[in-house]
C-alpha cells in the first residue's frame, strides 16, 4: 500500500518562501509520477506542480515554485518562493503510476495522497 505524507506548511508573509516535503513510501518510489495540487476555501483541487521525466507548472506559479525530487530518499519538494496570498490553500501531494503523458495536471490521474498541509500566506 502506498502512502504519501506531506509536511512543511504554515503561515508566511506575502513575498517569502516555504518548501513543502513529501514522503512516498509503499512503492518503486522512481516510477512515479509525483504532483503537487492545491484547494483554496470554496474552490476546487487545481494542479500545481508535477514531476515526471521533466516537471510541469501551473501557469500561475512558474518562476516562482520549483518541484523537485530525491528518488533515493523517496522524497519529492515544492519550493515556493515570492508566495501571494492567492496561494492560500491546503496542498495536497499525489503519487500516480502509469499517468498518461501530457495528463500530469489531471487528478483522476492520481491514485495515492496525503492529507495535505496548509500554506497561508498574509497580506
Known amino acids: 500500500q502506498v502512502q504519501v505524507v506531506e509536511s512543511g506548511g504554515g503561515l508566511v508573509q506575502t513575498g517569502g518562501s516555504l518548501r513543502l516535503s513529501c514522503a512516498a513510501s509503499?512503492?518503486?518510489?522512481?516510477?512515479?509520477?509525483m504532483g503537487w495540487f492545491r484547494q483554496a476555501p470554496g474552490k476546487e483541487r487545481e494542479f500545481v506542480a508535477a514531476i515526471a521525466a521533466r516537471t510541469y507548472y501551473t501557469d500561475s506559479v512558474k518562476g516562482r515554485f520549483t518541484i523537485s525530487r530525491d528518488d533515493a530518499k523517496n522524497m519529492v519538494y515544492l519550493q515556493m518562493n515570492s508566495l501571494k496570498p492567492e496561494d492560500t490553500a491546503v496542498y495536497y501531494c499525489?503519487?500516480?503510476?502509469?499517468?498518461?503523458?501530457?495528463?500530469?495536471?489531471?487528478?483522476?490521474?492520481?491514485?495515492?495522497w496525503g492529507q495535505g498541509t496548509q500554506v497561508t500566506v498574509s497580506s
Open positions: 499525489a503519487a500516480g503510476i502509469d499517468v498518461t503523458a501530457e495528463r500530469e495536471n489531471h487528478p483522476e490521474e492520481y491514485g495515492y
Open positions: 509503499g512503492g518503486t518510489f522512481r516510477i512515479f509520477v
